[in-house]
């Protein structure tokens, strides 16, 4: 227990059920429906997370009210690296109880789980788009290190085998780039007496 009233523990098969409506209430928040978010835990995707070794689930309750919870897995950092990382894969907090400290609980907790699991690198996924979580990140010390991008395997086949036509945005992006290209070697060209 901390100084804040704030208690954080870890989910385990026997607390699924009560898990379950927070776990929900976050999908829900993300842009998923409630139906498909109670379908996707009566498939059992809780009681799966919960089973593997490499993942732990840790809740934050406030008066043994379940207010916020993270997600955090640990794995190589890459394919050829023994370095291990731990990875924030989710992390939720039930907008009532924003900025009061809950998210800072959790992630103790995460760091200390980090230096259990032995991991060198702690990698929080943030969306672009979401502007005050990487905001809420780089202000704890996250520094951008990749640009993930993503694709289906079906679209980057066809892409690889030349099937697709340029989509119309694409196609003025690229034209748009060319133009600017040439501008500005025409523009140095003009400055340089060339």
């Not at 139906?35 to 490499?54: F, P, S, Y």
């Not at 008066?63 to 190589?76: I, K, L, R």
Request: glycine letters at 8%; charged letters at 25%.
């Amino acid at each position: 227990m901390s100084r804040s009233g704030v208690s954080v523990s870890r989910v385990v098969a026997a607390d699924e059920s009560t898990f379950a409506p927070l776990w929900v209430a976050s999908r829900v928040a993300a842009g998923q429906t409630s139906d498909w978010a109670w379908r996707a835990v009566a498939a059992g995707r809780i009681r799966e997370a919960l089973r593997r070794q490499d993942v732990r689930i840790y809740v934050a309750a406030v008066g043994g009210e379940q207010v916020g919870f993270v997600v955090v897995t640990h794995s190589p950092l890459s394919g050829l690296s023994e370095d291990t990382a731990a990875w924030i894969d989710q992390i939720w907090v039930q907008p009532a109880h924003r900025r009061t400290g809950i998210a800072q609980e959790l992630l103790r907790m995460v760091a200390r789980y980090a230096e259990f699991a032995g991991a060198n690198q702690l990698i929080s996924c943030v969306p672009t788009q979401e502007k005050e979580t990487n905001r809420y990140f780089a202000r704890l010390g996250f520094t951008p290190a990749v640009t993930s991008r993503t694709t289906t395997p079906g679209a980057l086949r066809r892409r690889l085998a030349g099937d697709e036509q340029e989509s119309l945005p694409d196609l003025v992006v690229r034209r748009r780039r060319s133009l600017r290209a040439r501008a500005a070697r025409v523009g140095l060209a003009r400055g340089t007496g060339v």
